[in-house]
């Protein structure tokens, strides 16, 4: 059994495919109601194309790593040509005070810890948190040196203060008493000239 | 599907602006569909999945090259082909079909499973060519304009190498299929 069309038979691979417009499929449609080889013909690539239909998408074994991953950052080169004057080069200038600092405040015996496998980010805040540490450990000394100060002078002061207070203290006693022994000595020299009589007369 | 075109256009427009979460989205929306066909191409999970992250890496990097957003998806099957035949080349002596085995006589009721192996079998025997036009048709549903883009010829050797195929492929599985089709046991 063969079409009677031979070579104008409809494309049935493009109609099974969907790849026929609208009038096309209508009329590959309308001639297959009438041919019995084309009608074999289209049900013979819809079978095999249904057969093809049970090959199953497989899921991913592991997901795709997106653009905010690792592998997905830009190299050091691509970040210095696309960024250099965008604001990573304030950070950039942010990274060279602390390091000027650190150097700076640095103790002679406290290296600090990098290795060449660190990222920027990483040495910068390896380097900031240790520049802020020292930083921070000089001004508690110094407050501590300053207050230690302020104590002991504020302590003199008042010892002295009061040693002044003291003696002040002590010297009118001292008057208040000499006083009070001449009064007493010449109450009683008085008395006892009035007793015996010596010079009252 | 037109509203989905919209949204991989917004998704992709926000991406060109540096919105890292618009691309994010772009690739678990596309990861699966590019799996698979790479899967299918180079019959190797690890290889497919290599080339997957190569593939959504360099259409990252390119993405403003890209002229018409509207045809993303055969932008990106586009890379997705030139990383799949980098590697192919790469690898040619190891990948030749010479010695693959012929399809066993499928003759009897299949199962689901029979069946699948058996189109698998037979997708394995046609040429990387040939594979490649019917993943993008049978697989993907690409019309033949998009693959003649991602496959860089003209849409009548696109209609070649896929008719040439389909005609392998009808050959190769009529056994099994029509056996399944009469359901004869």
């Known amino acids: 059994m063969s079409c009677k069309l031979e070579d104008a038979r409809p494309d049935w691979k493009a109609y099974t495919l969907g790849e026929l417009d609208a009038p096309a499929r209508r009329e590959a449609e309308a001639h297959a109601a009438a041919c019995s080889a084309c ?16 090959l199953k998408e497989e899921e991913l074994p592991r997901r795709i790593a997106f653009v905010s991953d690792k592998v997905f950052e830009p190299t050091w080169w691509q970040r210095l040509t696309q960024g250099f004057l965008r604001p990573s080069f304030a950070a950039a200038g942010v990274i060279a005070a602390a390091i000027l600092v650190h150097a700076f405040v640095r103790p002679a015996g406290a290296p600090v810890n990098l290795s060449p496998q660190m990222s920027a980010s990483a040495i910068e805040e390896r380097i900031t948190a240790q520049v802020t540490a020292q930083v921070a450990e000089r001004l508690r000394a110094e407050m501590a040196a300053a207050v230690n100060t302020a104590v002991t002078k504020a302590v003199a002061d008042t010892e002295k203060r009061d040693d002044q207070r003291t003696a002040s203290l002590l010297a009118a006693t001292e008057r208040r008493y000499a006083d009070a022994a001449d009064y007493l000595n010449k ?15 | 599907m037109i509203f989905r075109e919209v949204e ?11 919105d890292v979460e618009a691309y ?43 002229d018409d957003p509207a045809r993303f998806s055969a932008w990106l ?5 030139n990383e799949a035949y980098s590697l192919l080349r790469r690898r040619k002596p190891d990948n030749e ?20 192996l058996a189109v ?40 070649s190498r896929l008719y040439t195929a389909l005609d392998l492929l009808k050959t190769t599985l009529a056994p099994a299929v029509f056996a399944k089709a009469r359901g004869v046991s």
């Open chain 2, 120 to 159: 698998e079998s037979a997708l394995k025997r046609l040429s990387e060519d040939q594979r490649e036009a019917v993943l993008l048709k049978v697989y993907q549903g690409f019309k033949f304009d998009e693959m003649a883009v991602i496959l860089d010829c003209p849409v009548s050797t696109v209609k």
């Open chain 1, 187 to 201: 109450q009683v020299t008085h008395m006892y000239a009035l007793n015996t009589g010596a010079g009252v007369r």
């Open chain 2, 24 to 66: 994010n989205l772009l690739v678990s929306r596309w990861e699966k569909r590019i799996f698979n066909y790479l899967l299918r191409l180079v019959s190797n999970r690890e290889d497919a999945l290599d080339i997957s992250q190569d593939t959504f890496l360099k259409a990252y990097q390119n993405l403003r090259k890209l």
């Open chain 2, 97 to 116: 079909l010479i010695g693959e085995p012929r399809p066993k006589d499928f003759g009897g009721r299949m199962l689901p499973m029979e069946l699948s």
């Open chain 1, 39 to 54: 009608q074999e013909e289209a049900a013979g690539w819809r079978v095999t194309l249904d057969a093809m239909a049970v």
């Open chain 2, 8 to 18: 991989d256009r917004d998704l992709i427009a926000k991406a060109r602006q540096g």
């Open chain 2, 77 to 81: 099957f586009r890379i997705a082909h």
